[in-house]
């Protein structure tokens, strides 16, 4: 089993509206959790952090459930600059380890 | 703008040959990691270095080593590459006071055939 696991999609949705991706993680001690986002033939770079409490930056929101072992990214009215890949990284027992899921592409049609 | 380099982000080599991929970075970052990153596997920690001379294996070390004589600079070494080698390289930095946050260059895709 994946440490972190994700759906590849390709998820396919018009401009507007509201999408949400969620990723599995298999370490019960992990404390750190974060969504990357990588643009097609670019690096990753970190979108958001993910807090025990929930948390929003904007039209993101990010969620996660400690109990099920799960983190979720929800993206309200999408845009067509959202299209990219959705890294679910996942802190691993101390320093500055990470694991990274496999991705999760979004691509925003007009 | 912080800056992660890599040298090179096309790189053909043949079975056997040594492989250097260079990586620098101009943010004084303590830490430095390789990762490669293949189609469904999502990127994989190859090794890492918290300080100059210090190296740590990453979860998939084999077939590869790593210099860090410098604190900007860490080299990953293909000592004979192989065609199971071939994949995206991705050089990445941080600050000792982590939070999150690797910063990354732009890759160096390698083909080995």
């Known amino acids: 089993r994946k440490e972190v696991e994700q759906d590849p999609g390709p998820f396919n949705v018009p401009e507007g509206a509201t999408v949400a991706f969620n990723c599995t993680y298999s370490n019960s001690a992990s404390q750190s959790f974060f969504w990357y986002r990588q643009d097609c033939r670019k690096e990753p770079k970190l979108l958001m952090s993910v807090y025990s409490s929930g948390n929003e930056d904007g039209r993101f929101t990010a969620q996660l459930n400690r109990a099920s072992q799960y983190i979720s990214l929800l993206i309200r009215d999408s845009k067509l600059s959202d299209s990219a890949t959705y890294l679910c990284v996942v802190g691993r027992d101390a320093g500055n380890m990470l694991t990274f899921g496999g991705g999760t592409r979004l691509m925003v049609k007009p | 703008d912080v800056k992660v380099t890599q040298s090179s982000r096309y790189l053909v080599k043949r079975t056997g040959e040594k492989v250097f991929l260079e990586c620098v970075q101009d943010?004084?970052?303590?830490?430095m990691f390789w990762y490669r990153q293949d189609p469904g596997l999502g990127l994989r920690l190859i090794y890492f270095?918290?300080?100059?001379?210090?190296?740590e294996k990453g979860d998939i070390p084999e077939g590869y080593s790593v210099s860090r004589e410098k604190k900007e600079r860490f080299s990953l070494i293909l000592e004979s590459a192989s065609t199971n080698q071939t994949s995206m390289y991705l050089c990445a930095s941080s600050s000792s006071d982590f939070t999150g946050e690797l910063f990354f260059g732009e890759g160096s895709r390698l083909t080995v055939l």
């Open positions: 270095s918290y300080d100059v001379k210090m190296k």
């Open positions: 943010m004084d970052h303590e830490n």
